[in-house]
Structures are given as C-alpha cells and as structure tokens.
C-alpha cells in the first residue's frame, strides 16, 4: 500500500552536510518528498515528539541532541515507505547496521545516528501531524 512516514535528518548529518546525499537515497528508492522544513527544535518540541520514551535512561541524552543544531524533518510518501524507510536507515546502532544503509554511510553513535524514521503507521501519524498541517503535505504531485 502507498504509506506515508516521517523521516528526520539529525542534526549529526545536518552538521556533516548530508542532506541532500540521505535525500537521494530516499529518491533513488522511490520515495516522494512530498513535504518538508528545517526546524531548529525546542526542548518542549523534542520531548513532546520523543514523549514515548520518556522514561528511557537515554531519554535526556536524545533531546539535548536533538535540540544542539537543526534538523531537516520530511514527509517520505511510497510504496511500503515506512519499512522501506527503515531498510534505507539500518539499525539504530550503526554499529549494528548493515553496509550501504544512511547509519552505516553517516552515523557516528548511537545517539548521532544521522536519522529518525518512524517506526509503525499508527506512529507516522502522530508523527507527521505533529510537525505539518495537511495543508502542508503535497500528495500526488
Ligand atoms: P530514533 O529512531 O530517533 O528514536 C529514539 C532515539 O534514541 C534513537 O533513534 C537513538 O538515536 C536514541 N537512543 C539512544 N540510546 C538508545 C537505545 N539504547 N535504544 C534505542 N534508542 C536509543
């Protein structure tokens, strides 16, 4: 089915000057952009976006990341797009992540690890709603 997911460029690769070579993995794979904003996030945006792990130990660790520079947050719309968008990102450790996938490419740590994508369709859905009103999102273009 065509799904929508939310992917974010951290602010690792932002820093590195990747953007635009994680963009053509997404493009290169058949992924539409079809929405998009560079955003430097607040402390209350990063914990409200991460609210499901906020009681994780690492918890304080992610959102001081995700707030030390901007991020490029996209709409990735496709065929299977959210399972397609985590094959493209590896594992979460990169580490752990196979060769060829953005973490392995880009990633420092676990904690830098160069992108987030979502990880289930009921979560792109908050997760898209929480950073772009419809209105924003720019289906079959
Ligand atoms: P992300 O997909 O953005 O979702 C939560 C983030 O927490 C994750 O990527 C990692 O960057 C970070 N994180 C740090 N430690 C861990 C851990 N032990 N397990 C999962 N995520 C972690």
Do not use: C, W
């Amino acid at each position: 089915a065509i799904e929508r997911t939310i992917s974010i460029v951290k602010p690792d690769a932002v820093g590195k000057n990747v953007i635009g070579k994680i963009y053509d993995r997404f493009e290169s794979a058949g992924l539409k952009i079809v929405a998009a904003k560079m955003k430097h996030l607040s402390r209350a945006e990063a914990e409200g976006f991460y609210a499901v792990h906020k009681e994780r130990p690492f918890f304080n660790d992610l959102v001081n990341f995700m707030t030390s520079g901007p991020v490029m947050i996209q709409v990735l719309e496709g065929e299977n797009a959210i399972l397609k968008n985590r094959e493209l990102m590896g594992a979460t450790d990169p580490k752990k992540a196979d060769a060829g996938t953005i973490r392995a490419d880009f990633a420092a740590s676990i904690d830098a690890n160069a992108v987030h994508g979502s990880d289930s369709p009921e979560n792109a859905a908050i997760e898209i709603a929480f950073f772009f009103a419809s209105s924003e999102v720019y289906a079959g273009r």
